[in-house]
């Protein structure tokens, strides 16, 4: 019997293949400039309403007054500090935008895992229900959804959790087929190892590499599509401070005052590149790695 678990431990280490480790994707120089943007951008956000000079919803001047000692960033459509709403402006998106990614990426991993684990009809029921989900535009079922009950966040959130989810559900369970002929997974289930277990610890580990990449982009997209929806008037809603709604609010005084839209655009643009480093510079190394496998 010893002999029998010595002989599994032998084979489980020669055959299984070891995931991109977490210091070879660290010392990828945007994956490392991709976190410190990120994480710069988050703390900016966290104590933003701390450093905000005046009320973000309180006017403290004429409309589109340009850059002053007194408004550094001038002021917009109604007279409101612009720095004020820019370190104010971000809050909603703080939270929404990575519990979207995270909550996608989640969901569409497991059940991608468990459609290429199962196969047969379960694969064929779960695929072709996410397929449903892809043939629907997902711009067109939030502004469905958002029309009728309102533009909740929470509901904008899970919005967004359909819209991402179908896509990194292809994504996944296109890196896990070819592991289910690995020997690893070929010796657990000869010897008896329950599904869930063969999922968790034979599959999920092996497909790390791509889950980082696919959370790096569906965060860049998630903001992307609530600054999307702020801007058309079916997100944030005023008097709230929020960078999209900003863009939207400002936009015809441009050519008067630029600050009151262009600030807010910045803002979106660093925290947008920061999530897009991380998956660009994560799918380099996992690139690299597999072609010296």
Known sequence: MSTDVELTVVLRRRFRPRPVGWWRLWASVQVRWGVVLLVAMTALIAIGPLLAPYDPAAPVGRPYVSPSADAWLGTDNLGRDVLSRVLCGGVYLAWMAPISALLSVTIGTAI???????????DLALMRSLDVLLAFPGVLL??????????????????????????????????????????????????????????????LPNVS????????????????????????????????????????????GLGAQPFAALAPIVMIVF?????????EGAARVIARTEGKA
């Open 142 to 203: 939030t502004l469905l959804c958002v029309s009728v009950f309102g533009p909740q966040p929470l509901l904008l959130v899970g919005l967004i959790v359909l819209t991402l989810m179908p896509g990194v559900a292809r994504v996944i369970r296109g890196a896990a087929l070819p592991l289910l002929n690995r020997e690893y997974v070929l010796w657990a289930k000869a010897v008896g190892t329950p599904g869930l277990v063969i999922i968790l610890r034979e599959l």
């Open 112 to 122: 991608a895992l468990v459609a290429a684990y199962r196969g047969g009809w379960v």
């Open 209 to 252: 590499s791509p889950l980082l990449v696919e959370l790096g982009l569906r965060l860049s997209w998630s903001v992307g599509i609530l600054s999307s929806m702020s801007f058309i008037g079916y997100g944030i809603q005023p008097p709230a401070a929020d960078w999209g709604l900003m863009v939207s609010e400002n936009g015809s």
């Open 271 to 279: 925290y947008t590149i920061g999530g897009s480093l991380i998956a």
